[in-house]
Each structure stands twice: as structure tokens, then as C-alpha cells.
């Protein structure tokens, strides 16, 4: 039996930055996890798995700067049993006020056997060695056997006494391939806290191959599980890791089915964080995702509307406004000042000064000329596109000029402005968006392939913010670029600036992110 | 204890066309949804609840159309407890090959005191005469307790029982509000299965507000439940219903937690049932949903792709081609004739003849030659555009003009045919979209109001095609239109007609769709 009693508080260990950011086509920069870090803080997670530091100088830098700058959670990187993996993730993790080092290896015979090609012996051995390092550097050590759930019980239950001996305090059992069941996955975790002794907290790690990485997690708490690994959004490898939402709020709902255990998640910060990270990945929400989907609180039949207007709770068990779901409010208009622009931005937690503001201002006045209500969504949107903007960018957008339609052939002139010299082409294409992204492939001499194409309308209405995100392939990287306009062919090519400028600046870096790995 | 036992099948009740139906936004006619029940037909599911005929005149034909036309699944409508909407249930039903009534009724004190105005003797008798009116008419009734999760149990066993007095053959649980927790509902269904007597198939009906109702249903199948209701990709009222594709994969990858009950689902069916539903309802699938998601099958880091490479079970519990998750082939090219198109396509399960046939081929042509590559995924899109313009079209686009950027004001030109009239328009406009539709509005004289808009890439590369699903609010109804062309403007525009053609539909109608309902 653990000697680690269940207590009242579940903690929430989000891995959005690491598992989340493994999510084909999100390449997120240094920048932009630190602001998705800050909004997890805001949320009140209560650790932060800023990244994976070996996997390359990028990643490295990224948990660096969310180590250095973000105050309150525990910030974690992922690491390797290897002595030299373990130290890399310590040196980036050692200036935050508190960190932790998640150390994990494989062991489930698939992947022993066709990937490390360890027998069971190395296996245990390098878990020793690799938590022991890890505690050399501090208290707190996470352990994950990956591919728990298709691992032979006995050896796992091994391989976690000896992850326990070294010195972990926390172990982790990941669902890798997304292959429990509830009851199946919280009879293991239950098996699991009986069997291997010790002063562990006991954490589930789910993946939702099945749609049932939610309700996996949550029988992993019923069982004792005191940790819950969790994205926002669902994010993550394939079909994702369980909701960090949906978790949180089936507790919050649900307190007689988990002995009124509590999360310190501030649930009115969850749909706002769920739009930013929608944002700075390109990954679109589902309208019908629960919790954060635009429909979560949205009634279509009339006998649910009309029972919804009598009495909220006959239809609805969550209150939209405590998971942060209320209707897009007009914020500002033409009229309003630079004062009162950042005055509003603060109190919707955006905090932006100097150049980023300025822009950022000059962008509201230009679409306050063109749109008449301009929500506190279309603001989001428009910092969010100023800050993926602001560093190094090699190329401004100076001017476009697009026609088409059924008539004739869709054709793009644009200038873009390459740090003070302006380069101006032409080009036809099949569509307006692609002969803009021809003629901006040839002015910034950048050959890149768009790979995915999304648009989303900010707000409702036919003045609505277009908001592009466009994930671009180019020199070996793939990287998504965001742009926001009341056009969308506008957009789209603010969109393709942006991919550009981040390819660049991935290119300027000397080494490569070789590989990746994670439960 | 009832006297069905389990036995080897579940059975499969999809109720996309009425609960899924449900979702805002969505507003199929009666030829999208034959188009829809076809696919499920294709796919194997046992039931198809087709709509609810007592709602609108719409419906009623809907339902009608179904099932005079879809042989295999048994068609369902549902029904509320009186007697008139009973008939008219089975009058829509009448001419199908087999039919099943699904009376339902609010059970919960919250739904009772708010919307029914009812106690529970009204309640009881209100069953049981709803009840014998539909076997009445086919011995092939369900019956569901709207809000049974939140129904005092001895109560809703009073009711359960009166059902099956009454002659009910399917008891079907809902948790209409998504409030149940796995553990707790699989208890639920276990006890109402030992205390409710008679010949009855226990069924579930979950909603996902937690985003546990595939879990949910998974656990009252443990439980003996022989029937699940659910949606293809999960829609459904606010956050949805159980996700047809996670519950049917959870069995086939699972077996040895169901006691091997199996479906007649053809799971290599699943993918593009999904992308038929997410086209015609204008919802898109997040790209990490599991089973149907574009990433479900996708792997970013380099160690899961090595492991895959190495051997495909190191990260895949499902085999993609099981599921119709296959890479888009290249079917066809700007050569190939008629015939070949006809014949690829009814390969794909897309049988289209006449003017379908024409319209779609000519469309075909003009994109082979705009576009290199015509995948599988390109020509349902087209297919499905020109037969959501089939029918009784006042409308159709002639030329579309337009110009913009960030020089100058975005102009439109449009002109359409009304009927062999060509009406002529010009707008200025926040955008070229924005001017599009402000033309299209003075041209068609309908004046409508966007309150959705979403673009989506058909297949990757710069030369996508760009399927564009609007949602328009005119005349009091809300309808969706869609439209594809590599030129997102000129698909935007098509779909704003096909909308536009469909307000007109829904308007000629006398009667509205006035009340809606549902477990």
C-alpha cells in the first residue's frame, strides 16, 4: 500500500507545451510558450511541462525562458533515462523557482523490443540510473513507464519499485496508445498503489485513441491516482490526451463521485485559454467539444430553449460564465484611445507595451474604420497575430492587390519590405490566396508548400474577423503562420508573412530538433 | 431481472438526423438527409432515427422520405406522448420496411416542474397511453425518461415499468444532460435491468458535456445495455451525443472487455461517413478527434514515427484502413471522360446520374484544369455541392468579379440567373467575401444575415481546393450552404447562393418547424 493517503487536492499537471506541441504541424516558437506558459499559470495548473530540453537548442531555449519567467506552477521537462539527457533537462530547468524532472523509459515488449531493443534487465537498470541522477538535482522526480497499459504487470510493477528506491516521487502511468478501458485502466492503478510500496504520488497519463482519455483519467482518480496529466483542448499525439476541461470540470460538477476532491484550477480562465492555444497551434475547437466548444451552452430545439429560459439548470449542469463562456461583448469602437485600447487589453489578461502595442493599435484603428463592433475575441486576435509577429521578422506585408472570381484568371502583385528594402512580384494562381502566396513565395524567394489551410470567422456576421492559420513546409521545417484581417485573402497572406518569417528564424538556428519522444 | 439476457450484438442506433440534427446551426433538408441516412445504410448501423415528424412539415417529409427510401436499418422517428403525435409519427414511418416508435417524456422534477407542468401520475399515465398507441401501430416501441440521470430512481422505475406494461420493447436511458460519471451510470443501468421486469432491450443515450459519453455508454453496455444511441462525430446538442465511431472501435479493439459482443458496422466505412456528415452539416471535425480526426492516425515525433516505421503496433491500436482512414488517392485526371468519372464515383459509393451527373462532371472538368491532382476527397466535395444545389434551385451563380488588398476599397461584381432572368450586382465591401455576399444580396434580394463561416482545405497543397460552409439567417429560418472551388471568394460566393436557395426552400413551406424536442 502507498503511504501516500489520498488527500483533498488533485494535481493538475498539464503537458500541453510537450505532449500537446507533439501534435503534427503545431511548431510553436520560444515566444509564443511562454505566453501559452503565462496563461497556464493564470489558470492555476499546478505544474507546467514546458518541453522535452534534449530534443533540440529550440526546445531547450523554450523551457529555459518558461523556467526563468513564469512564476507559480512547478515547471517540468521531459527527459530521457541517459545521464547526459537527464543533466540537459536540469540545466534548463534550474532557474525557476521550483522544478521537476519527468524521467521515463518504455516497457511494454512492443516497444523494448522493436525500438530501445533493451531486455528487461537494461530496462531496469537505466530507470535506477536515470531517477537517481535526476534526484541528484532535485526533490522532485517523476517517473513514466511508457506504454504502461500494454506492459506485463510483474515487470512494470518492477520497474516502478525501482524508480520508487532511486528517489521518484511521482509515478506516472501513461496510456501511450490509447488502449484502456475505465474500469480495466482504474483496476491497474488501483493493482499499482497496492503492490508497490513506498512515499509516491500516483499520476495517469491518458491518450484518446477511443474518446475515453477523459473517463480513463477519471477512474485512475477514483482508484487513488492523485495527478492527472492533461492538454488543453484535448491536444496531443493523434487523437490527443485527455481535456485539462473536461477533467476539471467533471470534478467540479461531480464532487460526490470523487469524495470532493478539488483541482486549484480558476475554471473562468478555461475558455479563454482554450481560445489562445486554439490560436497559436492552428487547431481549430469543435463547435460541439465540450466545455470550451462555441455549442458547449448553445440550445437548438425549441423545447430545450424554452426550458433553459424557465430554469437554466433544466438543460445545462455547468453555468457558462464559470468556465469563462460568455457572449462576446463589445469592447471598443473607432472612437476609443490608446489608453483605454490597453486599458481593455489588460483587463482581458493581455499585457503588451512598446512596439507590440503600438501595432496592435494601429491594427484596431484600421479595422475599427471597416467593422462596427469590435469584440474583446477580434482584440485577442489581433495581439495574438502582433505578438507572433514581433520577433526578428525578416518581412513585412507592405501592400497586396488581388482580382478574380469566374472571370479571368485570379492574379496577386504585393510589396513586402525585407528589413528596409521593398521587394514587389506578380503572380497568377488557381485562386486569389494562391496567387497572393505564388507572388509572396517568389517576392520573399522563401520556396515553401503550404501543407494546411484553415479560416475562422472571430465573430459572427458578415463584417466578421477572418482569423488564417496556414502551416507551411519550407527548407526541411514545418511551421504555422497566423494572420487576421476582415479579408481573407488579406489574412491569408499576413498568414503566409508570418510562416515565412518563422521558418526563417527555425533555419537560423544551428541544430535541428533531431528527436522526440514522450509517454 | 429482465429476461432478455445479453447476447452477442449490440445494436446500433445512430440518431445524427434528429438528436444530431439538434445542433445550432445545422439545417438539413430532406435531401441531405436522405443522402446521410443512405451512408448509414452503407455503414451498417441498425437504426436510424430519422427525425421527429410531429416538429415541422419538414420533418415529417424527412422522416417520410427515409423511409420510403432506405431499405436495411429499421427506421425510427420520435414521438412525445400524445396520442396526435404518435399518428403522425407512424404516418411518416408508415411505408417503411420495418418501424419503431421512440416515445419519449421528461421524468426529471427539474423538467417536470419547469417544462411539463406535470406529476408524476400525469406522468405515469402519460407513458403508458403513449405507449399502447404506438404499439398500436408496431410492436416495435422504445421508450425513453428525458433527464433520467437526474430522475429519483424509484420513480423512474415506476415509470420504466409502466413503459413495459405498456408494451414498450426498448428501454432506453438518457442522460440528456451529460451528467453522468461511468462507474455511476454503468450502476444505474445494471439496476434498473435487475429491478424493471419484462421482455425489454435495455438501451443508453449519453451526452458528452464532460466529455465522458462514449465512456458512459461503454459502461452501460458492461452493464447490459444491448442498444447505444449515438451521433457520427459525436454532434448533438451542445456538446453532443456519444460519438458513433469511438463506441463501435472501442468493441472491435476491445473485445476482451465486452465479452466479445460485436456490431454490423463496417468500419471501413467510418472515415467517410464522417466527412459526409461534417460537409452537410457544415461542422468540421477537430483534426484530433479520435478515429475520424485527420491526425488520428498521424505521428509528429521522431521516435513515434520511428516506432511506427519499425513496426505499426508500437504506436497504433487501430489498423487506419480499418477505418477508411486511408491517404487520398489520385483517382482521376483532366482526361478522363465521362464514363470513368461516373464510374469512380460510384466506386466510392457516390451514385449520382441526369443532371447530377452533368453539372457535377462539367464542374469536374473545370477543375482538372485548374488543379493537378483530383483526389477522392476532392470529388466528394464536388458531388456534394452539386447535389445540394439540386433541387428546386431559384438561383444559380452566372460570373463573380471581384478585387481588393490592402490598396483600395474590395469591390464585387455578380451576376445570377433567377429562373432564365439574369439579375446583375455591384458592392463595395470590409472584404471580398464581405462584397461577394453584399452583391449577392442586392442580386438574389434576400437579405440575409452570416452567422457562420468556416473554410476548409479539401486536401493539403497550395492548389486546394477551398470548401467554404456558410450559415445564413434570413426570414426567420437559419440554413447552411456550401461551396467548393479552388478560389475561396468565388466557393464563398456559391455557397452564399446555395444558401440563399435553401432560405426560399424552407420559406415555401407553409408551416414552421415550431417546437423540437428530444432525450
Known amino acids: 500500500m502507498s503511504t501516500t493517503e489520498p488527500n483533498g487536492r488533485l494535481t493538475i499537471f498539464d503537458t500541453t507545451l510537450r505532449d500537446g506541441e507533439q501534435s503534427p504541424g503545431i511548431s510553436l516558437d520560444a515566444a509564443e510558450k511562454l505566453e501559452i506558459a503565462e496563461q497556464l499559470a493564470r489558470l492555476g495548473v499546478d505544474y507546467i511541462e514546458a518541453g522535452f530540453p534534449v530534443a533540440s537548442q529550440g526546445d531547450f531555449e523554450a523551457v529555459q525562458g518558461i523556467a526563468r519567467g513564469v512564476r507559480g506552477p512547478v515547471i517540468a521537462g521531459l527527459s530521457r533515462t541517459h545521464r547526459t539527457d537527464v543533466d540537459r533537462c536540469w540545466d534548463a530547468l534550474r532557474d525557476a523557482d521550483r522544478a521537476r524532472i519527468h524521467v521515463f523509459i518504455s ?27 535526476a534526484r541528484e538535482h532535485t526533490d522532485d522526480v517523476e517517473f513514466s513507464p511508457q506504454d504502461a497499459t500494454r506492459t506485463p504487470l510483474d515487470f512494470m ?61 477519471l477512474a485512475g482518480v477514483q482508484a487513488g491516482a492523485r495527478q492527472v496529466e492533461v492538454c488543453v483542448n484535448g491536444l496531443g499525439e493523434r487523437a490527443g490526451n485527455a481535456a485539462l476541461e473536461e477533467v476539471v ?29 486554439s490560436r497559436l497551434t492552428g487547431y481549430p475547437v469543435q463547435y460541439n467539444k465540450a466545455v470550451v466548444g462555441r455549442n458547449a451552452f448553445a440550445h437548438e430545439s425549441g423545447i430545450h430553449q424554452h426550458g433553459v429560459l424557465a430554469e437554466r439548470t433544466t438543460y445545462e449542469i455547468i453555468d457558462a460564465s464559470t468556465v469563462g463562456q460568455v457572449g462576446s461583448q463589445i469592447v471598443l469602437g473607432k472612437h476609443s484611445g490608446r489608453h483605454a485600447f490597453a486599458d481593455t487589453l489588460s483587463k482581458m489578461g493581455l499585457v503588451v507595451s512598446g512596439p507590440v502595442l503600438d501595432s496592435a493599435f494601429a491594427r484596431f484603428k484600421e479595422l475599427a474604420d471597416r467593422k462596427v463592433e469590435i469584440t474583446d475575441a477580434d482584440l485577442e486576435a489581433i495581439v495574438a497575430e502582433e505578438l507572433g509577429a514581433r520577433i526578428e521578422s525578416a518581412f513585412t506585408l507592405e501592400a497586396l492587390e488581388v482580382s478574380g472570381g469566374t472571370v479571368g484568371v485570379p492574379r496577386a502583385r504585393v510589396v513586402v519590405d525585407c528589413v528596409g528594402t521593398k ?97
Open 107 to 133: 516497457t511494454s515488449p512492443q516497444h523494448m523490443e522493436h525500438m530501445l531493443k533493451m531486455d528487461g534487465a537494461q530496462v531496469i537498470a537505466a530507470t535506477r540510473a536515470g531517477v537517481a541522477r
Open 157 to 217: 510493477l518492477e520497474v516502478l519499485a525501482a524508480a520508487v528506491e532511486a528517489g521518484a516521487t511521482t509515478l506516472n502511468i501513461p496510456d501511450t496508445v490509447g488502449y484502456g478501458i475505465p474500469w480495466d485502466f482504474g483496476a491497474l492503478i488501483q493493482y499499482i498503489r497496492r503492490e508497490v510500496t513506498g512515499d509516491y504520488i500516483a499520476s495517469v497519463h491518458c491518450h484518446n485513441d477511443l474518446g475515453l482519455a477523459t473517463a480513463n483519467s
Open 249 to 277: 470540470m467533471a470534478l467540479a460538477i461531480r464532487p460526490d463521485q470523487f469524495g470532493g476532491l478539488t483541482t486549484a484550477v480558476r475554471t473562468e480562465e478555461l475558455a479563454r485559454t482554450s481560445r489562445l492555444v
Open 423 to 519: 521587394r514587389e512580384a506578380e503572380s497568377e494562381g488557381d485562386g486569389m490566396i494562391d496567387a497572393a502566396c505564388k507572388a509572396l513565395r517568389i517576392a520573399t524567394q522563401v520556396d515553401g508548400h503550404l501543407t494546411g489551410f484553415n479560416v475562422s470567422a472571430v465573430t459572427g456576421g458578415v463584417d466578421a474577423l477572418g482569423d488564417v492559420i496556414v502551416q507551411l513546409e519550407a527548407q526541411g521545417v514545418r511551421v504555422s503562420g497566423r494572420g487576421v484581417s476582415t479579408d481573407v485573402v488579406e489574412a491569408s497572406a499576413r498568414a503566409y508573412v508570418n510562416a515565412v518569417n518563422k521558418v526563417l528564424r527555425v533555419r537560423s538556428r544551428t541544430d535541428e530538433r533531431s528527436s522526440e519522444i514522450g509517454p
